[in-house]
């Protein structure tokens, strides 16, 4: 009832949030979406458009800054000006003990199985203000430590043992690491998993100077960085990386009903989202790849020179990698099972018969419903 007020004195303020109230509930009728659901949806949109919102999120920005808070909206500044949140301590047992009944799941079909752990944007636990404790990277710790017989590329360990500049790698605004370190983890992935796959990477794919590299200036104002405005830590420069090279890849996402050949750029770019490069403060921009998050897609590379299928079961880091990673094999299938199911999931795998299952996920993304593999009938036998 408080969510219908809401909504209907909303709609007495600004007339043209009309056709989002009832293009939200058209769409709920079509795609089955319960009015919870909707109306949580509904609720996002009002208060994203809302009328002079910016202006009060500004306001409350400055004056956080005016006394130096170190939190606002639940977002945490560090002292570098990156924007972060807690996380809180989690019992990965289970999630391990998924993970190796999954394995042992894909050995039955002779189908190689790896787990990447993406990084976090903090460096370990304890980068945050006094009085604030976050626990991401001790529980990826201690899932890694449960994952016996399961092959791990840990890419916080790559991080470290390169000497590389791990805030540099991350967007201040933003939870997600940027495009151009996407590209370097997936170099390494491709090396990672070669003597699985029996397939050299190409290393003129590897090499960054054969892509476009395109930086537009203070556009971005990621996650974080749109829950508390420019004004609480600023914004960021975002680089597109797209071939130099000619390509012929196809994308195909069933439910959305797409279906598209051509180029890298023409495929595997503004699919879904309406991004203008050109316009400051884009908070949307970290989809140019592949659009929103899907329960599944598959990307075909028409000038591959091996019929490798590469399997990735993902959260959003893995949204510029599957692109960049398709350019090394012949299709690149991805599933995200905050939209699948385990039913889905499995479905999937038996019938694209994949040469390898990648697991790949950030330790903010641990939840019951990215370990949940097997449906129930076949995680009891």
């Known amino acids: 009832m408080t969510a219908i007020l809401f909504f209907i004195i909303l709609l007495f303020i600004s007339n043209q949030n009309i056709d989002m109230f009832f293009d939200q509930y058209k769409h709920a009728k079509h795609e089955n979406v319960s009015i919870k659901e909707t109306n949580q949806n509904i609720e996002k949109l009002f208060a994203e458009n809302f009328i002079n919102k910016q202006y009060y999120i500004n306001l409350n920005a400055d004056i956080a800054n005016l006394f130096n808070h170190k939190e606002l909206n639940r977002v945490i500044k560090l002292s570098n000006g990156h924007l972060t949140e807690a996380v809180p301590k989690l019992d990965t047992?289970?999630?391990?003990?998924?993970?190796?009944?999954?394995?042992?799941?894909?050995?039955?079909?002779?189908?190689?199985?790896?787990?990447?752990?993406?990084?976090?944007?903090?460096?370990?636990?304890?980068?945050?203000?006094?009085?604030?404790?976050?626990?991401?990277?001790?529980?990826?710790?201690?899932?890694?430590?449960?994952?016996?017989?399961?092959?791990?590329?840990d890419l916080?360990?790559?991080?470290?043992?390169?000497?590389?500049?791990?805030?540099?790698?991350?967007?201040?605004?933003?939870?997600?690491?940027k495009i151009e370190t996407a590209f370097w983890a997936t170099s390494k992935i491709t090396d990672f998993i070669s003597p699985i796959l029996s397939v050299i990477p190409n290393s003129?794919?590897?090499?960054?100077?054969?892509?476009?590299?395109?930086?537009?200036?203070?556009?971005f104002l990621g996650s974080r960085g749109s829950r508390t405005s420019e004004s609480f830590a600023g914004s960021d420069d975002f680089t597109v990386i797209y071939p130099k090279f000619d390509t012929y890849l196809t994308i195909d996402i069933p439910t959305k009903n797409i279906h598209k050949t051509g180029s890298f750029s023409e495929t595997l770019m503004h699919t879904q989202a309406n991004i203008a490069l050109n316009v400051p403060h884009q908070t949307n921009i970290y989809e140019i790849y592949l659009g929103w998050d899907v329960d599944y897609l598959k990307i075909t590379n028409h000038f591959s020179v091996n019929d490798k299928k590469i399997f990735i079961i993902r959260d959003s880091f893995?949204?510029?990698?599957?692109?960049?990673?398709?350019?090394?094999?012949?299709?690149?299938?991805?599933?995200?099972?905050?939209?699948?199911?385990?039913?889905?999931?499995?479905?999937?795998?038996?019938?694209?018969?994949?040469?390898?299952?990648?697991?790949?996920?950030?330790?903010?993304?641990f939840e019951d419903k990215m370990f949940t593999f097997l449906p129930t009938n076949i995680d009891k036998k």
């Open 204 to 219: 003129y794919l590897q090499d960054i100077n054969n892509y476009h590299c395109d930086t537009y200036e203070n556009i």
């Open 318 to 365: 893995a949204r510029p990698l599957g692109p960049f990673l398709s350019l090394q094999y012949g299709e690149v299938h991805m599933v995200d099972l905050r939209k699948n199911t385990p039913d889905g999931l499995l479905t999937h795998i038996n019938e694209v018969n994949p040469d390898i299952v990648i697991l790949m996920l950030c330790p903010q993304t």
């Open 93 to 153: 047992k289970d999630y391990a003990t998924n993970t190796l009944k999954f394995n042992e799941y894909l050995d039955n079909l002779n189908i190689p199985f790896i787990y990447i752990q993406a990084p976090h944007k903090l460096p370990n636990d304890f980068e945050l203000p006094l009085g604030y404790e976050t626990f991401a990277n001790r529980n990826a710790d201690n899932l890694i430590s449960q994952l016996d017989d399961i092959s791990v590329l």
């Open 156 to 177: 916080r360990q790559l991080i470290m043992a390169e000497g590389l500049s791990h805030y540099n790698l991350f967007y201040k605004t933003d939870h997600h690491y």
